[in-house]
């Protein structure tokens, strides 16, 4: 029961810490991916957009954890669908350093923009523009269409188990359900990534984790509801 107690409390946190840190890096980000000066300011920025990749590795981190301090009990219900979840959760870590990767690396290139003798602005701008294109695929796969499936996976097994009051899991699947259909929305351009519709569809699930988190902070999983 203690350890239970324990694996709720540090999976509470880390979904606060995953949610804070992910909106962190995508400020900290601003004036390398935002702006058509962007090869500019990206190395004038320099130490701000390396602290918004190490944000990024937070959130990496915390994700991940979320998943590995749930498992050994959501395995004890259905074991398939929480190895299912662990694997979804890796995925979408790897899915967003991807995207770490890309911002690093269109960081060096701003930097060779700047320092270079003789500059070919075009061949720096399509490299910055593809740089920039990986990063924002890997922000709707990872963050939108991964974090759907994997929310929906835990969610359904909270629903099933009442591990968690009914009205969490249920907006849990809900927020999974809104989220996976904004990426999927925004994959075949039916709104942009940065708009109202996908920040609507995406708050739901925000406001799950959210509730989730300080759920399992102060109460911890309902075990006396096993089935």
């Avoid at 944000?55 to 990496?60: D, N």
């Avoid at 060779?112 to 070919?120: G, H, I, L, N, Y």
């Avoid at 099933?160 to 009205?167: A, D, I, N, S, W």
Wanted: glycine share 8%; with cysteine.
């Amino acid at each position: 029961m203690n350890s239970n107690h324990t694996a709720a409390k540090i999976t509470g946190v880390l979904f606060i810490l995953a949610a804070v840190s992910s909106i962190a890096g995508l400020l900290l980000y601003d004036p390398i991916l935002n702006g058509p000066d962007y090869l500019l300011k990206g190395s004038e920025h320099a130490n701000q957009v390396i602290l918004g990749a190490v944000m990024e590795l937070i959130l990496v981190v915390s994700a991940v954890g979320t998943s590995i301090t749930m498992f050994p009990l959501l395995r004890k219900y259905n074991e398939t669908l929480a190895l299912g979840h662990l694997c979804f959760r890796f995925l979408e870590a790897v899915i967003i350093t991807v995207g770490i990767i890309s911002v690093l690396s269109l960081l060096t290139l701003s930097r060779e923009f700047t320092t270079s003798a003789a500059v070919d602005i075009s061949s720096f701008e399509a490299s910055g523009t593809l740089l920039k294109a990986i990063h924002d695929w890997t922000f709707m796969l990872g963050p939108n269409v991964m974090l759907g499936i994997n929310t929906l996976i835990y969610s359904y097994i909270f629903y099933q188990t009442k591990l968690v009051p009914r009205f969490i899991s249920i907006l849990g699947i809900t927020g999974a359900i809104l989220v996976l259909s904004a990426g999927i929305f925004e994959m075949f351009g039916v709104f942009p990534q940065l708009s109202v519709w996908g920040a609507l569809l995406s708050l739901p699930v925000a406001a799950n984790e959210m509730i989730l988190a300080v759920w399992l902070i102060v109460k911890g999983f309902n075990l006396s509801w096993h089935r």
